[in-house]
């Protein structure tokens, strides 16, 4: 009987003891944070934050992983690395199965896995790519309708517009990463020569691929390079890309014109050489032999002043407008020459095996 009530005695002490050190747990805990107020926030930036929540609920079901399986490396090459896997994003076009995402990312791939959002993985195939666009479409086989993304319209952005991009960065579950449109990307006739759309929203490695859209969720662009800090992304403009893949779906082969020259930055002290005033234009540094350019008249020591009625003011434009017109269609010229201003027509061929890289 003694021991029960020692027993019971023991128990109290230590019900006791649990009860007050909760209690000073509570105590505590209250002195070292407060809770926060179920008050409501501003309106407007409610409104917001909804809107964003919606965005994401909207777009991310139709976002993909890439997961790209490399092929062996070939007889004679380095063995020892291996084939590398690697990882990127895409997003669905059509309900059937039809997935847009960028050319480097499938690139030498062996086999193709899609990581859909509701987790399923299936093997995907090769339908047609474009490396000049970096453009590649897939296919996958789904025993139900999925999700897809409307495409939009890229002519008509504004800087500063609200955007967000949407992929699988490093490999990890699909985010959305919100900014603004930095720089507006410029089409030239609905064909290739486009430049990049530029914004802030967040582009990593893993990400390339994934669909840059507006508020509305439409795709305005897709992502295909990043800076290295990955506050800075480019996207090729939707519009380029609506321009090409029906072609491509079609087994159209397009091939991108190519002109034949080297061409470089015009310094001040050359234009003032050339009594060109102000400095404006490309120099063209060489011209291949009996390549198109030589053809259609263009000489070394030229300096471009536009293509097509577009002015060019260094050579990145050059090279944009040229590698992303078609072979076969005849472009526009005006050069400055010895203190003359000609206009020259030059049919593109299309780039000889025998050169190495783009034409630059």
Not at 16 to 29: G, H, M, P, T, V
Not at 33 to 40: I, L, M, V
Not at 184 to 202: E, P, V, Y
Not at 331 to 353: I, M, Q, Y
Request: hydrophobic residues 40%; proline residues 5%; aromatic residues 4%.
């Amino acid at each position: 009987m003694k021991r029960r009530l020692g027993f019971l005695v023991f128990s109290l002490f230590v019900l006791l003891a649990q009860c007050l050190a909760a209690e000073e747990i509570r105590q505590y805990s209250s002195a070292l944070w407060r809770e926060g107020e179920s008050n409501s926030a501003d309106p407007q930036l409610e409104k917001l934050s909804r809107a964003f929540v919606q965005l994401a609920e909207k777009v991310r079901p139709a976002v993909v992983q890439i997961r790209v399986s490399a092929k062996a490396p070939s007889a004679g090459a380095d063995e020892s690395q291996g084939p590398s896997d690697s990882r990127g994003s895409g997003f669905i076009i059509h309900p059937q199965g039809y997935i847009l995402t960028a050319h480097h990312v499938i690139d030498g791939a062996r086999e193709i896995e899609i990581r859909l959002a509701d987790r399923r993985r299936l093997r995907a195939k090769l339908v047609a790519a474009d490396p000049q666009v970096d453009l590649a479409i897939l296919k996958i086989d789904s025993d139900k309708e999925l999700p897809v993304l409307a495409l939009g319209d890229s002519d008509h952005l504004m800087v500063g517009e609200l955007v967000g991009s949407l992929g699988y960065p490093f490999g990890t579950e699909s985010s959305l990463s919100l900014g603004i449109l930095s720089r507006q990307g410029r089409n030239q006739n609905n064909s290739a020569a486009f430049d990049f759309l530029q914004t802030n929203a967040g582009a990593n490695p893993g990400g390339s691929g994934g669909p840059l859209v507006n508020l509305q969720g439409h795709v305005v662009g897709m992502i295909t390079m990043a800076s290295q800090s990955g506050n800075i992304g480019f996207a090729v403009p939707i519009n380029a890309i609506k321009s090409v893949v029906p072609r491509l779906v079609r087994g159209e082969k397009i091939v991108w014109g190519w002109m034949g020259i080297r061409v470089s930055d015009l310094t001040l002290d050359l234009a003032d050489a050339f009594g060109l005033s102000p400095a404006k234009g490309v120099l063209v540094n060489s011209v291949l032999q009996g390549q198109p350019a030589e053809k259609g008249g263009l000489r070394p020591q030229d300096v471009i002043l536009s293509i097509n009625g577009v002015q060019v003011d260094n050579p990145r434009e050059v090279i944009r407008m040229i590698g992303g017109s078609e072979a076969g269609r005849e472009v526009k010229l005006t050069v400055f020459r010895k203190g003359e201003t000609l206009d020259l027509s030059v049919h593109l061929g299309s780039r000889p095996k025998t050169t190495e890289g783009r034409e630059g």
